[in-house]
């Protein structure tokens, strides 16, 4: 399957010892480090957006992978790329790394944040704190990281905001949360409950009185319904989350969610509503098995 390379991010590396654009050889382990925490946070990213699944899915790890191809010249700068595959028939889709732009995103948020002494994004995941801090270790007081992510303000790393950072891990904290699970016990008069995201991790949620129907409701139907819980959460100096405090959405499904609404539009009328503003000749593009191998096309499985 053929591809493009895109830049996603560049590391700059400042100070004499990256003078002329030399790139010390002893910080090529902070390349290796920022892979390591783009990986990581995409994965969290991804887990966060689907509390009810388990895996990651297949070939994530390959899109998250970051390479280096050159060195820019002024001080060190490394242009970090992914290699994005492009369906093998035309015409189909335009991929795009996602997952890879929202982790270092939010990476850099993260150090910029730290820069410039500000609370942490709410969507951090604190158990990556550990991770965040190797980044830069080694440099000298006169030397620095910067991430570099186009049309966005960069962040700089120092040896001094590595510290801030390690302060993170010193206390509980709060922060976002969004969890799923089966309700096995409720304490109507203290306002609490338990849910259990699997056999052998339950979190305990404190609720209000407007959100007891639904909390009875999951605990009444835990063998065939789920509680989905977002709000915030305390999470340990490990970033174990302890439990939840603030709820701010609670939503009960069935184990096999099936959704249907009356009031819809016939898929039908939306699909052909969809191909009638296709052109014809991209129409000819489409592979004449699309139907029947369309795993193939989109996710690169093998053909039936």
């Known amino acids: 399957m053929s591809g493009r390379w895109e830049e996603v991010v560049k590391l700059a590396f400042g100070g004499k010892r990256f003078r002329d654009h030399a790139l010390d050889i002893s ?5 290796s480090r920022f892979q390591e925490i783009v990986a990581e946070t995409a994965k969290s990213i991804w887990r966060a957006a689907n509390p009810n699944r388990e895996r990651i899915p297949r070939g994530f790890e390959e899109r998250v992978r970051l390479c ?19 369906p093998e028939e035309q015409g189909l889709f335009e991929l795009e790394p996602t997952e890879v732009i929202e982790a270092i995103d939010l990476a850099r948020r993260v150090y910029r944040a730290v820069e410039n002494d ?12 550990d991770e965040y801090k190797r980044l830069g270790q080694g440099l000298a007081d006169d030397e620095s990281i910067e991430v570099i992510v186009e049309r966005k303000e960069p962040a700089r790393v120092t040896d001094k905001s590595r510290s801030r950072l390690a302060s993170f891990k010193e206390s509980v904290h709060e922060s976002q949360v969004n969890v799923a699970g089966e309700v096995k016990e409720a304490d109507v008069h203290r306002k609490q409950f338990h849910v ?11 609720f209000t009185l407007e959100q007891e129907d639904k909390v009875t409701s999951a605990l009444k139907e835990h063998r065939t319904r789920r509680l989905q819980v977002k709000g915030r959460g305390e ?12 709820v701010e959405e609670l939503e009960l499904r069935p184990i096999r969610e099936v959704l249907y609404d009356a009031t819809a539009r016939p898929i039908e009328d939306i699909f052909s ?10 129409w000819k593009k489409l592979p004449p098995d699309l139907t029947d191998n369309l795993d193939h096309y989109l996710y690169g499985t093998p053909k039936q």
């Not at 999470?235 to 603030?246: A, D, H, N, V, Y």
């Open 27 to 31: 910080a090529l382990s902070a390349l």
């Open 68 to 86: 280096l191809r050159r060195i820019d010249s002024g001080s060190a700068v490394a242009p970090l790329e992914v290699y994005v595959e492009e």
């Open 118 to 129: 500000e609370p942490l994004p709410d969507s951090f995941p604190k158990a990556l704190v």
């Open 196 to 206: 259990w995201v699997n056999d052998n991790t339950s979190i305990k949620v404190e």
């Open 235 to 246: 999470f340990s100096p490990e970033g174990k989350l302890q439990r939840i405090t603030q």
């Open 273 to 282: 509503e969809l191909a009638s503003e296709v052109p014809e000749e991209d």
